[in-house]
């Protein structure tokens, strides 16, 4: 294969059926050759045209266990577990799937993200339906181990962790139980005292699994799925902080995206309750965090509505949507109308542009995420079973790579 290799910064973003969080990580690019090879096959020079506008899927792979979690860890594999206690790890440079260590309890429903020095923190999980673990773990990718933490203050089920400028962890949401309901009290995870800092002062109910970015003041903006959005400031005792309602109103089962600093997308979902149906909408909007009075406004909208989709942060500033569904169905059951079609939005004119169609349906319980080499796994799904797939973005076909300020 010709070509050298470039560098770029980029962020990592990973979205669990309305879950999102950022990481800022090195990633590198495939050099481009004037033949792809990948997973065993040559592509004409007419291919390769085809795929640098619309980009390529790869044959659908067979995995262990279905993927409902899943990361890039530092040392390049890719961590994912399925219901209980059955983390796999996954090398894309041998496309081989092994066992990993299992964490001793159910972590599927739990939230996640990596600690500042490369660790994983995992928080809360899964009792049954609508009823969470209060269970903290991290695993060490280096060594393969998992370390049991301090319990939080309670149970929670479908909780989203972000990762804090100096290091800790922000915990949100997610069920006590069916009697209790969600857990209004947000806590830190303190790596410097390996304990947990309760937000008293920061009481709020919030849906599952809640759209969390990291902003430049240093609080934490909420961007769904409710139609108002917050400030949270997760120093001391917390605060919240109202910054404005979102145009469409609830996006139950959508995606969020801090697509650039302080500039954050919502796309799609439903205003319907999460488990009671609910056509979808094809709309999108776009807020400027960066702004003296940050005001959400639509954007260019899907080609269709989708539900229960990913969407990923690609390294040249675009954002790729994958999966979901069309129909107004509940999450558990089978689709009638899967999306299959990806879509790619730019910002820089607010487009959205039909791509490459998945094969296998990945709606409920799926996952996507970008890979170090540039590409997108998409994996999971209730209806998609254990097999994956990775998409090669336009950019991996095209002579002239996208640079990044």
């Keep these: 294969m010709a070509g050298t290799p470039t560098f770029c910064r980029s962020q990592e973003l990973y979205i669990l059926f309305g879950k999102g969080r950022t990481r800022e990580m090195a990633r590198r690019w495939l050099p481009t050759p004037l033949l792809l090879l990948s997973f065993g096959f040559i592509f004409s020079s007419s291919a390769i045209a085809q795929n640098s506008v619309v980009g390529q899927w790869s044959p659908v792979m067979t995995w262990s266990y279905e993927a409902i979690?899943?990361?890039?860890?530092p040392t390049g594999k890719v961590m994912f577990w399925?219901?209980?206690?059955?983390s796999q790890l996954w090398d894309p440079a041998t496309n081989t799937v092994t066992s990993a260590a299992g964490s001793g309890a159910n972590i599927f429903c739990s939230g996640h993200s990596f600690l500042s020095d490369g660790k994983l923190l995992v928080s809360g999980g899964h009792v049954t339906n609508w009823v969470g673990l209060p269970n903290a773990y991290r695993y060490n990718p280096f060594n393969g181990t998992w370390t049991r933490l301090p319990d939080m203050n309670d149970g929670r089920w479908y909780p989203t962790n972000t990762t804090l400028p100096n290091g800790d962890v922000l915990g949100v949401s997610g069920w006590i139980d069916s009697t209790q309901g969600v857990n209004v009290e947000p806590q830190v995870w303190q790596t410097a005292t390996s304990s947990w800092r309760d937000l008293t002062t920061a009481h709020l109910a919030l849906p599952f699994y809640p759209f969390m970015h990291v902003a430049q003041n240093g609080r934490?903006?909420?961007?769904?799925?409710?139609?108002?959005?917050?400030?949270?400031?997760?120093?001391?005792?917390?605060?919240?902080?109202?910054?404005?309602?979102?145009?469409?109103?609830?996006?139950?089962?959508?995606?969020?995206?801090?697509?650039?600093?302080?500039?954050?997308?919502?796309i799609g979902g439903t205003q319907s309750e999460p488990y009671k149906g609910g056509a979808p909408t094809a709309t999108a909007e776009i807020i400027d965090l960066n702004t003296p009075t940050p005001t959400w406004r639509y954007t260019g909208s899907l080609a269709g509505p989708r539900k229960l989709h990913n969407a990923t942060l690609l390294p040249d500033g675009k954002v790729l949507v994958t999966g979901g569904i069309r129909s107004n169905q509940d999450p558990n059951v089978a689709p009638t109308d899967p999306s299959y079609t990806s879509e790619m939005w730019d910002p820089a004119t607010g487009t959205w542009t039909t791509m490459a169609s998945i094969t296998v349906c990945r709606s409920y319980h799926s996952i996507a995420l970008l890979l170090p080499d540039a590409r997108v796994l998409s994996a999971g799904g209730d209806f998609g079973g254990a097999s994956a797939e990775i998409y090669s973005p336009p950019y991996l076909f095209n002579g002239t790579r996208p640079t990044l300020s």
């Design 69 to 73: 979690h899943a990361h890039v860890l």
């Design 82 to 86: 399925t219901r209980g206690d059955h």
């Design 220 to 266: 934490v903006f909420c961007a769904g799925p409710s139609q108002a959005t917050r400030y949270l400031d997760a120093s001391g005792t917390g605060a919240w902080t109202l910054v404005r309602n979102s145009n469409f109103g609830t996006r139950n089962w959508g995606s969020s995206v801090m697509y650039d600093i302080g500039k954050v997308l919502l």
